[in-house]
């Protein structure tokens, strides 16, 4: 079946600190792969999405490289900043099915000035 | 402004009390699903349609129903609410099921701003 490992949360950083949250996953077939964010008393928004090997997604400073040989999406940013606090979500869907994600279990981040 | 309306928002009942959350989409999209969201199990799918008239099971159905008989709503049907159905769960929609090639890019789901529910 599909799956996606986050890794675990919270985290807690100080503004400018250097960001990344881990995101592997296994999949029956080719999936694309997606970050979702949830800031707080929202639903979650699409952040950046990659649908093939060695694609970088990128958005609002953030970053995630789709590597098929080591099977991860690490979203990465170089410098957060306290409105950047939210649940961070790890998806993929195989194929071109869009609609069914499968998610992994969100980190929680929090940025302190 | 395009969006996923969820009602209510928030909601505390009790164990065998019938409710039934609303889900409603102006963006004229095909496919509509159901999510619920857990602490430490992320979001997982109970229920999703293609289209009106044309609903199937996710990794969680049990305890729910669902119907689609228009294509803008989709509500979710506790019919007999239990402890565990607590949770935050979220409607999502989008264009349609899936992604004809050439990938344009542009059929990602649009999520709802979440309802939370507590049975007691």
């Known amino acids: 079946g599909n799956s996606v490992t986050q890794m675990e949360g919270p985290v807690t950083l100080s503004e400018e600190a250097f960001l990344t949250i881990n995101c592997t996953y296994t999949?029956?077939?080719?999936?694309?792969l997606f970050w979702y964010v949830q800031y707080p008393g929202e639903g979650l928004q699409l952040l950046l999405k990659a649908t093939k090997a060695d694609d970088k997604g990128s958005n609002k400073g953030f970053e995630a490289t789709y590597r098929k040989e080591t099977t991860s999406f690490h979203l990465e940013k170089g410098s957060v900043q306290v409105s950047d606090s939210a649940v961070y979500f790890c998806?993929?869907?195989?194929?071109?099915?869009?609609?069914?994600?499968?998610f992994g279990q969100g980190t929680i981040l929090t940025v302190h000035p | 402004e395009a969006q996923v309306t969820q009602n209510p928002r928030y909601l505390i009942t009790v164990t065998g009390k019938k409710l039934t959350v609303t889900c409603s989409q102006n963006m004229n999209h095909e496919y509509m699903s159901w999510y619920r969201q857990d602490p430490g199990l992320g979001l997982r799918q109970i229920y999703y349609?293609?289209?009106?008239?044309?609903?199937d099971k996710g990794d969680v159905p049990e305890g729910y129903k669902v119907s689609r008989k228009e294509k803008r709503n989709f509500p979710l049907i506790l019919e007999s609410p239990s402890p565990n159905q607590t949770s935050l769960y979220f409607c999502a929609s989008s264009l349609s099921w899936d992604n004809p090639r050439p990938y344009s890019g542009a059929n990602v789901l649009t999520f709802g701003a979440g309802s939370r529910l507590t049975v007691l």
């Open positions: 999949a029956t077939g080719y999936p694309s």
């Open positions: 998806a993929l869907a195989v194929g071109t099915s869009y609609g069914k994600l499968t």
């Open positions: 349609s293609m289209n009106v008239e044309v609903t």
